[in-house]
């Protein structure tokens, strides 16, 4: 198990309760090279983003969509904790 995939149901759950999930998913699934791009844009940010123990999440996010696979793998998840609940 990777650092971002023990963020993965903070992340859903956050995302379920705001009703986001599915865009999210979506989202994931069809950003492609742009992914590798946010990723960037979190790991350059991360100084703006406040404590160490919120830059965690932050970077587990960036580790997350700078690999596709991963990325895929949470789309995935959401849709599954979706339909759970």
């Given at each position: 198990?990777?650092?971002?995939?023990?963020?993965?149901?903070i992340w859903a759950q956050k995302l379920q309760r705001w009703g986001i999930s599915e865009p999210v998913a979506a989202l994931l699934d069809a950003a492609g090279p742009l992914s590798a791009l946010a990723a960037q844009a979190i790991?350059?940010?991360?100084p703006l983003f406040g404590s160490t123990a919120s830059n965690s999440g932050w970077s587990a996010?960036?580790?997350?969509?700078?690999?596709?696979?991963?990325?895929?793998?949470?789309?995935?998840?959401?849709?599954?904790e979706g339909d759970i609940d």
């Open positions: 198990m990777t650092e971002s995939q023990t963020w993965w149901p790991y350059l940010g991360q996010a960036a580790e997350m969509l700078a690999n596709s696979q991963e990325s895929r793998s949470f789309a995935g998840f959401l849709r599954q």
